[in-house]
C-alpha cells in the first residue's frame, strides 16, 4: 500500500481529520472542525504527529474517545434559568 492510499485509509475511518505525510517523514493528522472549550479542557487538541501511519490511527482513536466522551455545555440555557420562578 502506498502513503496517498495510506492516507485515505485514514481519512476513510476517521471522517473529521485530514491526514498526510510530511516531507520529513513523520505522519499528521488535524481536525476539520474546531474544538469545542470542553474537548480543549479535556486536553484535546487539533493536530496530531507520529512515525508511522500505525502509531496515527492509535492516537487519532484516543482523541476519538476523549472527545466523545466531553459533555457539550448546554448553550441554549440561560443563567438562572433552572431556577423556579419566583412568582
Given at each position: 500500500?502506498?502513503?496517498?492510499?495510506?492516507?485515505?485509509?485514514?481519512?476513510?475511518?476517521?471522517?473529521?481529520?485530514?491526514?498526510?505525510?510530511?516531507?520529513?517523514?513523520?505522519?499528521?493528522?488535524?481536525?476539520?472542525?474546531?474544538?469545542?472549550?470542553?474537548?480543549?479542557?479535556?486536553?484535546?487538541?487539533?493536530?496530531?504527529?507520529?512515525?508511522?501511519?500505525?502509531?496515527?490511527?492509535?492516537?487519532?482513536?484516543?482523541?476519538?474517545?476523549?472527545?466523545?466522551?466531553?459533555?457539550?455545555?448546554?448553550s441554549s440555557r440561560r443563567p438562572g434559568?433552572?431556577?423556579?420562578?419566583?412568582?
Amino acid at each position: 500500500m502506498d502513503d496517498d492510499t495510506r492516507e485515505a485509509a485514514i481519512e476513510s475511518d476517521y471522517r473529521r481529520w485530514r491526514v498526510w505525510l510530511s516531507d520529513t517523514g513523520k505522519w499528521w493528522a488535524a481536525r476539520k472542525d474546531a474544538l469545542t472549550a470542553g474537548e480543549l479542557n479535556a486536553g484535546a487538541v487539533p493536530f496530531l504527529q507520529a512515525d508511522d501511519p500505525d502509531e496515527l490511527r492509535q492516537k487519532i482513536e484516543a482523541e476519538e474517545q476523549l472527545t466523545t466522551r466531553t459533555p457539550e455545555p448546554n448553550s441554549s440555557r440561560r443563567p438562572g434559568s433552572d431556577r423556579e420562578n419566583d412568582g
